[in-house]
């Protein structure tokens, strides 16, 4: 199954979603942010905690300016 991933990243806040090949929604959440600066580690856990690396998904992030 693929999963198609939407990050707007934002400079204070921000958020993903996702969504699967039939357009049903899987996932969605803030983008934990300090300082203006994302919280990597975070983000990272997040993020596989919806996708599976073995499976992969198509990611889209918003390019700012």
Do not use: W
């Not at 934002?10 to 969605?28: K, M, P, Q, T, W």
């Not at 990597?40 to 499976?55: E, H, Q």
Request: charged fraction near 20%; include cysteine; charge should be negative.
């Amino acid at each position: 199954m693929t999963l198609y991933i939407g990050i707007d990243a934002g400079v204070a806040n921000g958020a993903l979603g996702a969504i699967n090949h039939n357009g049903e929604y899987i996932d969605s959440f803030m983008i934990d942010h300090k300082d203006k600066h994302i919280l990597a580690l975070v983000f990272k856990s997040r993020i596989l905690s919806i996708v599976d690396p073995r499976d992969g998904a198509e990611i889209c992030m918003e390019q700012v300016h």
